[in-house]
């Protein structure tokens, strides 16, 4: 099983992703968790990746490819991936292509969870991050065992200034619109499977198992 998770902050491509995991046996590589993790570690990958994801940009293409190319390398990612949070441009996604091709094996699909946006944002207004490392939480969803402290670090929580219901709504569109090349490029390959992330977090899950067949 070789799969793409695409869908805005919120949707639950996370969530679904680790359950993918978990019923395939296939790893879920997340690009802003290994971003993170090496921003936490203060790596020279993560030094660099900071400068960016701090001020709310992507992180350079040839650096996030790079990335990944290592990563799909593992002896656990030989039998397939869930990757979520890449590719997010086209460029992105064309080197993944190459990649697979390199490779001699395809895409099984790609995921495109939809969320009506005023239901991303009361879900978004709720986001806890920690000062220290990056992790995130939910005030609701998922609080930080710690309390108003990160379990990871022990680091301040504190609400992004993005993350302010005024402002949700304009990074979502900023978002969306970044990409929408990535969408157009795997609905032309015939390899997108939208579907509908509203529901319990296991209506979800079975729409997009019976959506890979
Ligand atoms: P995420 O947790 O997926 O929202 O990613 C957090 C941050 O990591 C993003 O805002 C970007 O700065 C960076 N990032 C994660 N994945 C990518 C990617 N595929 N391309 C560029 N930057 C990325």
Same mark, same amino acid.
């Given at each position: ?20 995991? $978990? #019923?395939? +046996? =296939? ?7 290994? !971003?993170?993790?090496? @921003?936490?570690?203060?790596?020279? *990958? ?54 697979? $091709? #390199?490779? +001699? =094996? ?7 969870? !939809?969320?009506?946006? @005023?239901?991303?944002?009361?879900? *978004? ?89």
């Amino acid at each position: 099983m070789r799969v793409v998770m695409i869908g805005p902050p919120g949707a639950g491509k996370g969530t679904q992703a680790r359950l993918l995991q $978990e #019923r395939f +046996g =296939v790893p879920q590589i997340s690009t802003g968790d290994m !971003l993170r993790d090496a @921003e936490c570690r203060d790596t020279p *990958l993560g030094r660099e990746a900071h400068r960016f994801m701090s001020a709310g940009q992507l992180v350079p293409d040839e650096v996030v490819i790079g990335v990944v190319e290592e990563r799909l390398q593992c002896p656990d990612a030989s039998r397939g991936f869930i990757l979520d949070g890449f590719p997010r441009t086209l460029a992105q996604a064309r080197a993944l292509e190459a990649m697979l $091709e #390199r490779r +001699g =094996v395809v895409l099984t699909g790609v995921v495109e969870i !939809l969320v009506p946006q @005023e239901e991303l944002v009361r879900r *978004l207004s709720g986001r806890l991050v920690c000062r220290g490392c990056g992790a995130m939480y939910h005030r609701d969803s998922n609080p930080s065992p710690a309390g108003a402290a990160c379990g990871k670090c022990g680091g301040e929580l504190y609400q992004r200034d993005d993350d302010r219901p005024a402002q949700i709504q304009a990074r979502l569109t900023n978002l969306a619109r970044e990409i929408a090349p990535v969408i157009g490029f795997y609905r032309a390959s015939g390899l997108l499977r939208p579907v509908d992330g509203l529901g319990t977090v296991e209506d979800v899950f079975a729409r997009i198992t019976t959506g890979l067949g």
